[in-house]
């Protein structure tokens, strides 16, 4: 009977703790609960698990508050429409237009993204307007990102005077710091008889942000009948807004792959460079950039829009890659000409053990269920609805089947983690437990007599 004690104590103790969330922090487990940010845009958020959004509409919400990606990573998030924000953005002589955007963000202001992982976000967006388009934010005010993770393909087809793609941030202010940036950037000017101004950045297109400790990886096509400013970290740095005297900084980033384009115009600037296309500031620095392995490619063919895959009728063999404990899943897409890329990406695939309740639910707030892997100790998490109190089954921490002293009571029905709704299994289980132990108990009560019986039998003999 102790031992079975002690075993129970042992399985209560092992019970995995919590991923925490601070204060006044709203969870996001799902992508319901992602969608849900554009209702209270100024609220604090912190990522509680990773989230496939393949499939999902996005509608591009406007920014103001804070989001904690906590380590966790949001796939295939796939952008084709705008936000609904038009806000001014300003070109190389201070002229002002009106402008569309799109990104995880539309805009962000006086807000903050970090430790967010992008997945495989792609976003093609063909603009009749303005428009910036950014994989964090179409555009950010004075905002900050920071130990991010981005690999996206981004394109843009547009021709009304000023648009922009950068890999980050499409146009802004603020820092963008200790960000891994991986992304293939394709920004297409639609109308060859005016003279309109593109930006391209590896970061950001077209503002004033301090990027420091950047690690970007670029692939970019830019098509252009107008004025291109290209760079691998930002195509143009403007000093803006106008009013300040902060100093932009733009240090020790690693800038590697290559910008390839064309200005078809004979007023012909050409901006491109490894850090910044062309500056236009009085305070600003660059300094301690890796940029060896950066190259400016640039095509005095204008007849056909530049492409990282030229291909007229691509020839695509797929082959798949499974998801392990340790990475995602994938498509890798590989054309006969040597063109390949990696597509449809799917959730790390772990072997979760069953829902453990961490907290109870209420009638105010929802309770916390978690499963670990037993591979290799991951963890993920689910927000349980309150039920009430009539129909509401006693639910505590508990312990798996699997783990239980006796195999011989059948095992509960277990819920697959990462589907939604009851907690019928704990109640199961709770049941089977208890039934264990009074087998148990009985059983050592009857061997006790048993033996006290053989005991007393054997007495007179030996003597
Ligand atoms: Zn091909
Ligand atoms: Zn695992």
């Known amino acids: 009977m102790k031992k079975l004690l002690a075993l129970a104590l042992c399985l209560l103790l092992c019970l995995p703790m919590g991923v925490s969330a601070q204060e006044g922090e709203v969870e996001i487990y799902t992508a319901q609960d992602l969608l849900a940010i554009g209702e209270n845009p100024s609220a604090s958020y912190i990522l509680m698990n990773d989230i496939d959004m393949a499939g999902i509409s996005w509608p591009c919400p406007e920014f103001s ?18 936000g609904d924000a038009v806000e001014k953005v300003y070109d190389g002589n201070r002229k002002g237009y009106d402008a569309q955007f799109a990104g995880l963000f ?5 807000a903050r993204v970090e430790n ?6 792609r976003s093609t967006i063909t603009a009749d307007t303005p428009f910036f388009l950014g994989a964090v934010a179409g555009a950010a005010w004075e905002s900050e990102i920071e130990n991010c993770t981005v690999s996206a393909t981004l394109e843009l087809r547009a021709h009304d005077r000023i648009f922009g793609v950068g890999g980050v941030v499409g146009y802004g202010s603020g820092l963008v710091k200790g960000c891994n940036v991986d992304v293939t950037l394709i920004c297409t000017d639609t109308g060859k008889d005016t003279l309109d101004e593109q930006f391209l950045g590896g970061v950001l297109a077209n503002g004033f942000m301090d990027v420091r400790s950047c690690n970007v990886r670029l692939d970019a096509y830019a098509s252009e009948y107008g004025y291109a400013h290209t760079g691998g970290i930002v195509g143009m740095y403007f000093q803006w807004p106008f009013d300040h005297e902060h100093y932009g900084r733009i240090l020790y980033n690693t800038v590697e792959g290559k910008i390839t384009f064309f200005e078809c115009n004979s007023d012909r600037r050409a901006y491109c460079k490894a850090v910044i296309g062309e500056p236009v500031a009085d305070l600003w620095g660059e300094d301690h950039n890796k940029t060896e392995n950066f190259r400016r490619d640039e095509r005095k063919e204008y007849d056909k829009e530049l492409r990282p895959h030229m291909c007229e009728n691509g020839a695509f063999t797929q082959q798949e890659v499974a998801a ?4 995602f899943g994938y498509s890798q897409l590989t054309c006969a000409c040597g063109y390949s890329y990696r597509d449809n990406y799917t959730l790390k695939a772990h072997s979760y053990g069953p829902w453990q309740v961490i907290a109870e639910p209420t009638a105010q707030a929802p309770g916390k269920s978690q499963a670990v892997c037993a591979l290799c100790g991951a963890q993920t998490a689910r927000q349980d609805p309150y039920i009430p109190p009539e129909t509401a089954p006693e639910t505590t921490p508990e312990t798996t089947p699997e783990t239980t002293p006796q195999a011989t009571a059948p095992a509960p029905e277990q819920q697959d983690p990462g589907s939604s709704g009851g907690i019928d299994w704990v109640l199961v289980a709770l049941i089977a437990l208890v039934v264990i132990a009074a087998l148990a108990v009985i059983y050592f009560v009857r061997e006790n007599r048993r033996a006290k019986r053989r005991r007393k039998r054997r007495r007179p003999g030996t003597r």
């Open 65 to 82: 508050g804070k989001l904690n990606g906590n380590g966790h990573a949001i796939l295939n998030l796939t952008i084709t429409n705008p």
């Open 106 to 110: 539309s805009t962000m202001k006086n």
């Open 116 to 121: 967010l992982s992008l997945v495989n976000l």
């Open 324 to 327: 392990s404990c340790e990475g």
